[in-house]
């Protein structure tokens, strides 16, 4: 039986406690401390459909117990070819709303925190290829990634400077090595409210490793061990 649980320690590295969960699976299993609230995400689907009416944002009480979920559908292309291995979301939360993405597709979903949808934004992302055929789960993983690389896969959300998402996506390549910083792929601004920030090139210098919330953005442009490059730009938005 499959079994797992948050393990608490404090600042001083000492354990305080351990909460096991007795359903869903643990995965993706990230962790979000605001201000005012802690949420885990956790998967809990009928495996007869993993895609619709899916348990995916679950709030935590002060004993880190499950006291709310919020459930999710998957975009239609997802049961279409089955893609149970892009099942993870990318998402961020200003407190008040979800901002998500799947990588299967270019659209940022916007929810309130009671699990209502308010909006899907189509992002302008004219080299956006998206998956259109199955793959077995079953083959090897070096397979298995060398046919998702040649998709396009959005793989970045983040709000910053509180009233922006900044999204990105990889380019979808036919032949590339497995690791790569070239794949730099390219991005899109938009505000909380749907509203398209115009902007000039959009493709990546490097891959995207974060982006703090006052807008610094930091790359990986060269991954090669004995000389890696990291590139810092600051991004500016003059909206008119």
């Known amino acids: 039986m499959l079994k797992f649980s948050t393990?608490?320690?404090d600042l001083n590295n000492n354990f305080v406690k351990e909460y096991k969960y007795k359903t869903g699976f643990p995965f993706p299993g990230e962790l979000f401390l605001g201000r005012s609230y802690k949420i885990i995400t956790l998967l809990h689907f009928d495996?007869?459909?993993r895609y619709k009416n899916v348990g995916y944002?679950?709030?935590l009480n002060n004993e880190f117990g499950i006291e709310k979920s919020i459930k999710i559908d998957y975009p239609e292309i997802y049961s279409r070819?089955?893609?149970?291995n892009l099942i993870m979301a990318v998402w961020d939360t200003n407190e008040f709303h979800f901002f998500l993405t799947f990588p299967a597709e270019n659209k940022i979903y916007?929810?309130?925190m009671f699990g209502e949808l308010l909006h899907i934004w189509r992002l302008n992302s004219k080299y956006f290829i998206e998956v259109d055929q199955k793959i077995d789960?079953?083959?090897n993983p070096i397979k298995k990634l060398k046919f998702f690389s040649s998709y396009s896969l959005s793989n970045f959300l983040k709000i910053f400077?509180?009233?922006y998402i900044f999204y990105g996506y990889s380019k979808a390549l036919k032949k590339q090595k497995l690791l790569d910083s070239k794949n730099s792929g390219y991005y899109n601004i938009i505000t909380t409210n749907g509203q398209r920030i115009n902007l000039g090139s959009t493709k990546l210098a490097g891959k995207i490793i974060d982006l703090t919330d006052e807008g610094v953005l930091y790359l990986l442009i060269n991954d090669n061990p004995n000389n890696p490059v990291i590139g810092v730009y600051k991004i500016?938005?003059?909206e008119n």
């Open 7 to 9: 393990i608490v320690f």
């Open 47 to 49: 495996v007869s459909n």
């Open 57 to 59: 944002f679950h709030f």
């Open 81 to 84: 070819y089955d893609l149970l």
């Open 110 to 112: 916007k929810y309130d």
């Open 137 to 139: 789960r079953a083959v």
């Open 161 to 163: 400077k509180k009233n």
């Open 236 to 238: 500016e938005i003059h």
